[in-house]
C-alpha cells in the first residue's frame, strides 16, 4: 500500500483542522513533523494533495477526493480498535473449556447457569475429557485439570488441595474385612482406574507419611470416574478417588472411607490457560468465577 496509516491520519487531521499547527497541536507534533509526514504520502501517492501558501492550505481535486476516502478508512480502522479493545475488556465471546468428566457433570455443572446469568454474552462451550488437552493446537481456551502439579509452559490458578480417599461399600467391607494398611491394598479387590500412567500402582503414605506404592489388581477396569464410583458403591471392590468425588456418597453411608484423609496424597485442582499476557476479559472471568467457587470444593 502507498503511503503509511500514520502518515494518512496526520494528512486527515490537516484537512480536518484547518492548518498544518491545528493538526500537530491534535496529535502532539511539531508543525515540522506534520508538513514531513504530508510531503511522505504526496511522494508516495506521487500527487499534490495540498496548494500550500504562506497563510493557508487547499485541497487539490486529487486530495480531495483522496481525503473522502481516507477518512473513512481511518474512522473504519478507529471502530475495529474500539471494539477490539471493548471485547478485550468485557467478558463475551465464544469461551471454551475442558473439564475432567466427572468433574465436568457432577460439580462445574452445579455453577454454570449463575456463570451464563452473570455473563449471558460468553458463549460457554464446555467439553468433558479425562485427558490433559492441548490448549493451543485444539483451540482451548482454559482447562479444569485434577493432577499432581507439574511443570507446565501453562499458568496455572490453583483452586484446591483435594486429599485422594479410599473407599469401599460397607458390603463389601462386612465380606471381605478392612485392610490394617495400605500395604494391604494387594489383598483386595480394587477397582482400577486405566486413565492414569500406572493402574495398578497406587499412591499411598505409611505410617510416618512417607509414599509408599502398592501394586493392585481387581475385576474391573475403566477410565471413567462415574463407573468407578457407582462400582465402588455396588460393592465391587475398593476405590482410590478424589474425596471431592466421593464426598456424597460417603455423607450418605454407600461408601465408607478406610482410612483418614492424609493416608494418600493431596492433588491439585487448578484452571489452567496459556498466557497470563493480554488476558481476554471472558477467560478472565471464568478463571475469577471458579476462585469464587471453591470455597464449596475445598
Given at each position: 500500500?502507498?503511503?503509511?496509516?500514520?502518515?494518512?491520519?496526520?494528512?486527515?487531521?490537516?484537512?480536518?483542522?484547518?492548518?498544518?499547527?491545528?493538526?500537530?497541536?491534535?496529535?502532539?507534533?511539531?508543525?515540522?513533523a506534520?508538513?514531513?509526514?504530508?510531503?511522505?504520502?504526496?511522494?508516495?501517492?506521487g500527487?499534490?494533495?495540498?496548494?500550500?501558501?504562506?497563510?493557508?492550505?487547499?485541497?487539490?481535486?486529487?486530495?480531495?477526493a483522496?481525503?473522502?476516502?481516507a477518512a473513512?478508512?481511518?474512522e473504519?480502522?478507529e471502530?475495529a480498535?474500539?471494539?477490539?479493545?471493548?471485547?478485550?475488556?468485557?467478558?463475551?465471546?465464544?469461551?471454551?473449556?475442558?473439564?475432567?468428566?466427572?468433574?465436568?457433570a457432577?460439580?462445574?455443572?452445579?455453577?454454570?447457569?449463575?456463570f451464563?446469568?452473570?455473563?449471558?454474552?460468553?458463549m460457554?462451550?464446555?467439553?468433558?475429557?479425562?485427558r490433559?488437552?492441548?490448549?493451543?493446537?485444539?483451540?482451548?481456551?482454559?482447562?479444569?485439570?485434577?493432577?499432581?502439579?507439574?511443570?507446565?509452559?501453562?499458568?496455572?490458578?490453583?483452586?484446591?488441595?483435594?486429599p485422594?480417599?479410599?473407599?469401599a461399600?460397607?458390603?463389601?467391607?462386612?465380606r471381605?474385612?478392612r485392610?490394617?494398611?495400605?500395604?494391604?491394598?494387594?489383598?483386595?479387590?480394587?477397582?482400577?482406574?486405566?486413565?492414569?500412567?500406572?493402574?495398578?500402582?497406587?499412591?499411598?503414605?505409611?505410617?510416618?507419611?512417607?509414599?509408599?506404592?502398592?501394586?493392585?489388581?481387581?475385576?474391573?477396569?475403566?477410565?471413567?470416574?462415574?463407573?468407578?464410583?457407582?462400582?465402588?458403591?455396588?460393592?465391587?471392590?475398593?476405590?482410590?478417588?478424589?474425596?471431592?468425588?466421593?464426598?456424597?456418597?460417603?455423607?450418605?453411608?454407600?461408601?465408607e472411607?478406610?482410612?483418614?484423609?492424609?493416608?494418600?496424597?493431596?492433588?491439585?485442582?487448578?484452571?489452567?490457560?496459556?498466557?497470563r499476557?493480554?488476558?481476554?476479559?471472558?477467560?478472565?472471568a471464568?478463571?475469577?468465577?471458579?476462585?469464587?467457587?471453591?470455597?464449596?470444593?475445598?
Amino acid at each position: 500500500m502507498k503511503g503509511s496509516i500514520d502518515d494518512m491520519v496526520v494528512f486527515c487531521r490537516v484537512v480536518e483542522a484547518g492548518s498544518f499547527t491545528a493538526a500537530g497541536d491534535a496529535l502532539s507534533l511539531s508543525k515540522g513533523a506534520v508538513s514531513k509526514a504530508v510531503s511522505r504520502l504526496e511522494s508516495a501517492l506521487g500527487i499534490r494533495l495540498l496548494h500550500r501558501t504562506t497563510r493557508r492550505q487547499t485541497l487539490t481535486e486529487a486530495g480531495a477526493a483522496f481525503h473522502a476516502r481516507a477518512a473513512q478508512a481511518i474512522e473504519a480502522l478507529e471502530e475495529a480498535a474500539r471494539d477490539v479493545s471493548e471485547h478485550a475488556d468485557r467478558p463475551r465471546g465464544h469461551l471454551r473449556i475442558s473439564a475432567p468428566t466427572f468433574f465436568g457433570a457432577e460439580i462445574l455443572s452445579r455453577h454454570v447457569g449463575e456463570f451464563r446469568r452473570r455473563f449471558p454474552e460468553i458463549m460457554l462451550e464446555v467439553v468433558h475429557s479425562n485427558r490433559f488437552v492441548d490448549l493451543v493446537a485444539e483451540r482451548f481456551d482454559a482447562a479444569i485439570r485434577i493432577s499432581a502439579p507439574v511443570d507446565s509452559t501453562l499458568v496455572m490458578r490453583r483452586l484446591a488441595e483435594v486429599p485422594m480417599v479410599f473407599c469401599a461399600a460397607p458390603a463389601y467391607l462386612q465380606r471381605h474385612g478392612r485392610p490394617g494398611s495400605p500395604a494391604q491394598l494387594g489383598d483386595h479387590e480394587c477397582i482400577i482406574y486405566t486413565g492414569s500412567a500406572k493402574p495398578r500402582e497406587w499412591t499411598a503414605l505409611d505410617a510416618d507419611g512417607q509414599p509408599l506404592t502398592v501394586a493392585v489388581n481387581g475385576g474391573l477396569h475403566t477410565n471413567d470416574d462415574h463407573t468407578l464410583r457407582q462400582a465402588a458403591i455396588d460393592g465391587c471392590g475398593i476405590v482410590r478417588m478424589p474425596r471431592l468425588f466421593l464426598r456424597d456418597a460417603i455423607a450418605a453411608g454407600e461408601l465408607e472411607q478406610i482410612w483418614p484423609d492424609n493416608a494418600a496424597p493431596t492433588v491439585t485442582l487448578a484452571v489452567v490457560y496459556p498466557s497470563r499476557r493480554e488476558l481476554p476479559g471472558k477467560v478472565r472471568a471464568f478463571v475469577d468465577f471458579l476462585v469464587e467457587c471453591r470455597g464449596q470444593w475445598e
